[in-house]
């Protein structure tokens, strides 16, 4: 019913820059939440940020501190992540999910998921 592709990932210097990518499809994107998970290696997943389809957003503080932004492109059936001020706390796998419902930050909530895309930032 949902699909998700996400992509942007890489290896990045502490203070740093990355915009992640999450391409949509399926006919119920438009009407979805849209959140972004990270894990680390022997770390619980974590909810970073998530995205209302009205354009109503949410964020992880104690996680993201600011440093980061969540948006949609409608027309291109995308969401991102800019991530900016990056540290090495930051590096995990990053994860695209779809929900039904807004404000959610539990990941069994979410019942779509993309494949993750590794972000790693060097000390």
């Known amino acids: 019913q949902v699909q998700l592709v996400e992509s942007g990932g890489g290896l990045v210097q502490t203070g740093g820059s990355l915009r992640l990518s999450c391409v949509a499809s399926?006919?119920?994107?438009?009407?979805?939440?849209m959140g972004w998970f990270r894990q680390a290696p022997g770390e619980e997943r974590e909810f970073v940020a998530a995205?209302?389809?009205?354009?109503?957003?949410?964020y992880n503080r104690d996680s993201v501190k600011g440093r980061f932004t969540i948006s949609r492109d409608y027309a291109k059936s995308t969401v991102y992540l800019q991530m900016n001020s990056l540290k090495p706390e930051d590096t995990a796998v990053y994860y695209c999910?779809?929900?039904?419902?807004?404000?959610?930050?539990?990941?069994?909530?979410?019942?779509?998921w993309g494949q993750g895309t590794q972000v790693t930032v060097s000390s």
């Open positions: 999910a779809a929900a039904s419902q807004f404000g959610l930050r539990d990941p069994r909530s979410y019942p779509y």
């Open positions: 399926g006919r119920t994107f438009s009407s979805s939440t």
């Open positions: 995205i209302s389809w009205i354009g109503e957003t949410t």
